[in-house]
């Protein structure tokens, strides 16, 4: 797909993740400006404000909306350029940047901007869970309950999201469920369950190493109960992109799926928690996104940028007293 930009709107979330996010309107100005691109600017002021945003971008003509945050402000913004002409540009400045990691769009602004305006585009899928679109994963049972607790946090990052983890671990009690998928019913009780229309949460924590974001299915993970001693394993293989190797692993592939379990509660869309009913129904949107990528990363790259991050997230756990006191409460 090619398309002239000649009207981009930025809708920037100025609280999402960490850091000053000042000098980003700036730098896409100067772009802009260069190429004679006509720039509005405007920021989130509370949850939801960037899907009113977003429709007055399409309402006014926008060529590209360009969401500036976190995988709860590119999933408002996104969610709204569904079937339509308006291509979505990413500037990851979130907690786990889902989508961005997925669709390998760099961390630093000035390289995401960069990919912007080589005007590379792909068209991905998306998919519903009751009605509310996802574009990396939907989830029930402890990811959902872990995301609840997270949006309640002060401070985002890394390391609260694991101190979170840690802490619901201790308490949490698995529960039964009955999947309907490519008419079969399955019945498990299980830890969680996570349908991926791509292959990761965020954070380089991949839940469904074979998804793929522009097949036309999602990817249906089930982990069944485990004890203490699966932690470690279970873990290394998650960043690994390695977990479908678990015994404690099922997948299922499929277009629409449904969920029933016993009682409504939370469910996680794209990492933010939203009350469901214990009926949910789950369905895969063919190629209804456009959105611009780099044209070119080699599986090589790829592998190299996320053994790095990778590295840095554990040396960074390492230094943390809090979070190894917590792990020893555990083991």
């Given amino acids: 797909m090619e398309k002239e930009v000649r009207k981009i709107v930025v809708i920037l979330n100025p609280i999402s993740g960490v850091g000053s996010k000042d000098k980003i ?6 772009r802009c400006d260069e190429k004679g691109i006509a720039l509005t600017v405007v920021n989130t002021a509370f949850a939801g404000h960037a899907k009113e945003l977003t429709q007055r971008a399409i309402d006014d003509h926008a060529d590209c909306v360009i969401a500036v945050g976190g995988d709860g402000t590119v999933n408002e913004v996104a ?3 569904i079937h339509s002409d308006v291509v979505l540009g990413i500037i990851p400045s979130g907690s786990g940047n889902g989508l961005a990691r997925e669709l390998h769009i760099p961390f ?3 390289s995401a901007v960069d990919v912007i305006f080589s005007s590379h585009i792909s068209t991905i899928d998306a998919c519903s869970a009751n009605d509310h679109i996802f574009f990396c994963t939907c989830g029930v049972g402890f990811d959902a309950v872990v995301s609840e607790d997270f949006a309640k946090e002060k401070r985002r990052g ?4 694991l101190k979170d983890i840690v802490e619901n671990y201790l308490d949490y009690k698995p529960e039964k469920y009955e999947l309907h998928i490519n008419d079969n019913t399955i019945r498990e009780e299980a830890f969680l369950i996570t349908c991926a229309n791509a292959s990761q949460y965020g954070n380089n924590a ?7 974001i522009s097949d036309g299915q999602m990817d249906v993970t089930i982990l069944s109960p485990f004890n203490v001693l699966d932690i470690g394993p279970l873990a290394l293989q998650l960043f690994t992109r390695t977990i479908d190797k678990n015994s404690k692993i099922k997948t299922f592939r499929a277009k629409e799926a449904r969920i029933v379990r016993q009682t409504a509660g939370i469910m996680h869309i794209d990492g933010d928690p939203v009350m469901a009913s214990k009926d949910i ?4 949107l063919s190629s209804v ?3 611009f990528t780099p044209a070119n990363l080699s599986f090589a790259e790829s592998i190299q940028q996320r053994v790095n ?7 960074l756990r390492l230094r943390t007293d809090d979070f190894s006191a917590k792990i020893a409460k555990i083991t």
């Fill in 25 to 30: 309107p700036e730098i896409i100005r100067m």
């Fill in 309 to 315: 991050e990778i590295i840095g997230q554990i040396q």
């Fill in 289 to 291: 996104l456009h959105v």
């Fill in 281 to 284: 129904e789950l369905s895969t």
């Fill in 79 to 81: 969610q709204h350029l």
């Fill in 158 to 161: 890394q390391l609260t999201y």
């Fill in 108 to 110: 630093d602004v000035r």
């Fill in 206 to 212: 991949f839940i469904a190493p074979n998804a793929d």
